[in-house]
Nanobody
């Protein structure tokens, strides 16, 4: 069974940092593109960052320069390093694995940025 297990969410102060992890199982991880999405209260889910199987990255404008997506194929894990966090970064963060028409989603992890 395919599973994406997220960890690292929590409460952090504005300007602080947090690293999210998403560990995948049941797929050939290195073949999949990975991505992080987020959904703030009352808003749609939007792409935050993505990384291809070859390591090419993309970022939403709002997080570019602050967030870094990376992957460790040996650990079947994708990371999202979040620095200089802002209150507007507060959201549920979801990881996604995709390959062609296949898509798998994690259950999400809450990130709250508040003083």
């Amino acid at each position: 069974q395919v599973q994406l297990v997220e960890s690292g969410g929590g409460l952090v102060q504005p300007g602080g940092s947090l690293r999210l992890s998403c560990a995948a199982s049941g797929i050939m991880f290195s073949s999949y593109a990975m991505a992080w999405y987020r959904q703030a209260p009352g808003k749609q889910r939007w792409l935050v960052a993505s990384i291809s199987s070859g390591g090419t990255t993309t970022y939403a404008v709002s997080v570019k320069g602050r967030f870094t997506i990376s992957r460790d194929n040996a650990k079947n894990t994708v990371y999202l390093q979040m620095n200089n966090l802002k209150t507007e970064d507060t959201a549920v963060y979801y990881c996604k694995a995709s390959l062609s028409s296949l898509e798998y989603w994690g259950q999400g992890t809450q990130v709250t940025v508040s003083s």
